[in-house]
């Protein structure tokens, strides 16, 4: 054998080992990015997941306090929670509707609210706040 065919014989033979190892690393490597990057994606599911089951529970909440307070002479408390909650988890096309509703049950000077003024109101922000659009 001569020169040139050992030399070109070890070239191959370095060409062999850094293709197996470059290949041994992505093996390695690989699993390893994919599980990362699989836990990340599951954990943001998880927190969107609590999240909208949060949202769905304060609008109902707020429903629920909200239809008993067109009824009442005062504001509680509980009613002052729920409205303030509702900005976290309700569009922000629907603010102006809760607002508005919100100063006619706390107006002091007309108590119990106007049932014909807020009734119409909070029928439009439940028909606005059904599942499929939160």
Known sequence: MN????????ANTHKNTKTAWIA??????SPIITIIIVN??????KQI?????RGLDIVEEY???TSKELHTTGVSDRYKTAYSKMFLYTP??????????????????TLP???SKCEPLFKE???SLNYNQL
Not at 40 to 45: A, C, F, S, W
């Open 3 to 10: 020169f040139i065919t050992l030399t070109s014989q070890t």
């Open 24 to 29: 041994l690393a992505v093996a390695i490597i």
């Open 40 to 45: 990340y994606q599951q954990r943001k599911m």
């Open 49 to 53: 997941e609590l999240f909208s089951n």
């Open 63 to 65: 429903i629920t306090i």
């Open 92 to 109: 922000k096309s629907l603010f102006g509707l809760l607002e508005e509703l919100n100063l006619l049950i706390t107006d002091e000077t």
């Open 113 to 115: 609210p106007n049932l």
């Open 125 to 127: 922000i439940c028909r």
